[in-house]
Structure formats: C-alpha cells, structure tokens
C-alpha cells in the first residue's frame, strides 16, 4: 500500500512538475519565437506588395500596348506574311487583355518543425484539461446513468431518484466512485482528441489546398475526428473498463490501481479492451457528430456577428451553445453503444465467449428500446458536458496562446 501510494505520489510531482515547466518555462519563450516570426512575415509581406505593385502597373502598360498594337494591324500591313483576319486579331487583343490566371495556394501552415510541435502540445494540453474538467465534475450523474443501464428495474426514477437512491444505500461518499479512472483517462483521450482533430484537419487542408479544403469540409471534419477518437479511445477503453466495473460493482475496489490490477489477476490484459469494440462504436461516431455539428453551428453563428467584434464573452457564449446543440446531436447518435459500453464491461465474459458473440447477445436482449435506457440522463450530462467542453476548450487555448490553427469556410 506504502509503496503503491508513493508511486502515485511522485508520479503526480513528476506530471506537475513537467507541467509548470512548460507552461512557466517553455511557453513564454516560444510564444516570443512566434511574436517574432510574426513581425518578421509581415515585414516579408510588406516587401513582396512594395515588388508586386510596379510589376503589376508594368504589366499593364505592356497589355495596353500590345492591343494598340494589333488593333491598329489591317489584313495586309506587313507585305511578306500571311493575312491576319479581323476575327484573328479581336481573338489576340482579348488575349492580351485577360489577365494571365495565378492559382490560389493552400492554407499551409507557417510555423518549423519545432513550433508544430508546441502549437499542437498545446492544443492536446487544452484538450486533456477541458475533458478530464468537464468529465470529473459530471461523475455523479455518470455513475446514476451506468446503473440505469446497467440495473433499469432497480433505478427506475430518474436522475434526481437515483441520486437520491446511491445516497440512501452506499453514502454520498459513492457519488465520486470511478472519479479517478475518469480523470485519468479522458486526460489522455481529451489531448488525443483534440490535439489529433486539429493536426488532422491541417494537414488535410495544406494537402488539398484551401479551395477544395472549403469545398470539402464535412469530409475533413468526419475524417479528422474519427482518426483522433480512435487513437484516444485506444487509450481511453482499460480506464473506462475499470471505472464501469468500480460503478457497477460496488466493493470491485477502492480505486484506479486496485481495480486495474484485479481486472488484469482475474482476467489478464484482455479484461482491460473487452469493451473496446463497443467503446469505438460509441466514441467514433459521437466524436464524429460533434465536431461537424459543432463547427457547422459555428458557422451559422457567424454568418450574422462579426467575429472580429465579438467580445472573449461572446466568443464563450457562442461555443457554449454551439457545443450544447453539438452534445445533443452526438448523444442521440452514439447511445445505443453506450448501453452496450455499460452492459459488456458489467461483468467477464465467458469461457470461449468471442467479443462480437457478446455484443450480439446483448443487443437482442436490450432491443432498441432498451438501448436509449438512460438517455434523459446522458443528454442532461453529455449535453452540459460537451457545451461545457468547447467553451473551456476555447478558453484554455487563448490562455496557452494556441492561435496558428487554420478555420475553413
């Protein structure tokens, strides 16, 4: 036990301490490093309009001259060439006067290899926060949710009842049961979430190029934000393991290390990802419905303020409710494999039980009413949740300076 707690611990003095170099340290010398790029493109800038524009008045002058030129030119004016029709000669001087066609380029990112690094850490660090915050404070309600999937016939009165009913029967102390694996995991899930959503959508658009990037937004939101929830549920499915075995089973153990090393005893590494089929089918898709609905409402919102003049309240209220419409979309998707999330990691599987038998099993008996078992309480939870998400999210990245992201209309 000493010694268990004493890894706890320093691992927590190693994690602080790492953390407040960075944010103390590392962070104001680079956000010097970006200051100063930023002068230093806009005095290139300055430059290239100061060459461009006698360029472009020469140019001109040369255009003007050349249609003078063949305007002037009859059929028969140069003796020893060949005849240049009237039709000919008006095809040349509109030739002359279109304006030779300069591709737009992509969007790509400005910053070195080394700045891409600290721009997305920062996004991942928001990330990590903004998820474990708005998760940890959210517990109570998650664990009434997991035992109304999980026992529908004994928690059968609502939120408020259930509350009310884990009180009664184990204490209050019972409301904060699984807070740990919640924290920890939706940590490394909420960094990997949003830190690989915006790498992803990024370098999707420095590939095909700002104007097809537009054009193909929906696409890049889908694709970036199911590859990021993947690699974060990845991480997320043996701390979600054991925070559903510890809520569902009261007494399993008394906290993250101890349920993880009797799930690993009774169970080995495989106990851990047994839900990770389910845990995918839920994630995946809520992530992917949150970020296009999300970034659609944004959008929209937009249309009618100027971003530019709306106060750092605003910005908050309008990815508050952006993230609040985002949370109910997602929820009404993903909540049938949430109730197979729940049900799956309830209990061990059976001698010679594959996974996919398991999810048929229980999906015949849940049916699809018994899927949305607990959706007034996730919608009341991922709902607040997600809103809550976006408007720290956003917050948090204005404090750490993680500007440079690439926003697609």
């Known amino acids: 036990m000493f010694i268990t707690r004493a890894i706890s611990v320093t691992n927590f003095f190693v994690a602080t301490s790492a953390l407040g170099f960075q944010v103390c340290v590392l962070y104001p010398w680079h956000k010097q490093l970006d200051d100063d790029f930023e002068k230093l493109k806009k005095e290139h800038m300055r430059v290239l309009g100061a060459i461009k524009g006698p360029s472009e008045s020469s140019g001109i002058e040369k255009r003007q001259g050349f249609r003078e030129m063949l305007s002037g030119m009859s059929p028969w004016s140069v003796i020893g060439r060949s005849p240049v029709s009237p039709a000919l000669s008006s095809s040349l001087v509109a030739a002359a006067e279109i304006p030779q066609h300069v591709p737009k380029p992509s969007i790509a990112t400005s910053f070195n290899k080394t700045n891409d690094v600290m721009l997305y850490s920062r996004y991942a660090l928001a990330g990590a926060l903004c998820c474990s915050f708005t998760h940890a404070i959210l517990t109570p309600i998650d664990i009434v949710k997991t035992r109304i999937q999980v026992d529908p016939l004994a928690y059968k009165n609502g939120i408020s009842g259930g509350l009310r009913q884990v009180v009664a029967g184990e204490?209050?102390?019972?409301?904060?049961?699984?807070?740990?694996?919640?924290?920890?995991?939706?940590?490394?899930?909420?960094?990997?979430?949003?830190?690989?959503?915006?790498?992803?959508?990024?370098?999707?658009i420095d590939a095909l190029g700002y104007e097809t990037a537009c054009k193909n937004r929906y696409a890049i939101y889908l694709g970036s934000s199911a590859i990021a929830e993947i690699a974060g549920?990845?991480?997320?499915?043996?701390?979600?393991?054991?925070?559903?075995?510890?809520?569902?089973?009261?007494?399993?153990?008394?906290g993250l290390s101890d349920g993880f090393a009797r799930i690993v005893r009774q169970e080995g590494i495989r106990g851990l990802y047994s839900g990770l089929g389910p845990i995918m089918l839920k994630q995946v898709p809520y992530t992917m419905a949150t970020f296009v609905v999300y970034e659609n409402a944004l959008e929209q919102a937009?249309?009618?303020?100027?971003?530019?003049?709306?106060?750092?309240?605003g910005i908050t209220g309008i990815n508050l409710g952006a993230g609040l419409i985002a949370g109910i979309a997602a929820t009404l998707v993903s909540q049938p494999a949430d109730t197979m999330l729940s049900k799956i990691n309830k209990t061990k599987s059976e001698t010679g039980e594959g996974a996919l038998g398991r999810l048929w099993k229980i999906a015949r008996e849940t049916g699809v009413r018994g899927s949305y078992a607990g959706v007034r309480a996730r919608l009341v939870m991922v709902g607040g949740m997600t809103a809550l998400q976006f408007a720290v999210y956003g917050d948090i990245k204005k404090a750490l300076g993680a500007t440079g992201g690439i926003e697609i209309k």
Request: charged share 20%; glycine share 14%.
């Open 233 to 254: 549920d990845i991480i997320l499915c043996p701390f979600e393991a054991v925070r559903i075995r510890l809520v569902s089973q009261p007494g399993f153990g008394r």
């Open 302 to 313: 937009y249309k009618w303020v100027d971003k530019s003049t709306v106060s750092s309240a």
């Open 171 to 204: 204490g209050a102390g019972a409301l904060a049961t699984g807070l740990g694996p919640t924290v920890a995991g939706y940590f490394l899930q909420g960094a990997l979430k949003f830190g690989g959503y915006e790498f992803f959508k990024t370098r999707a």
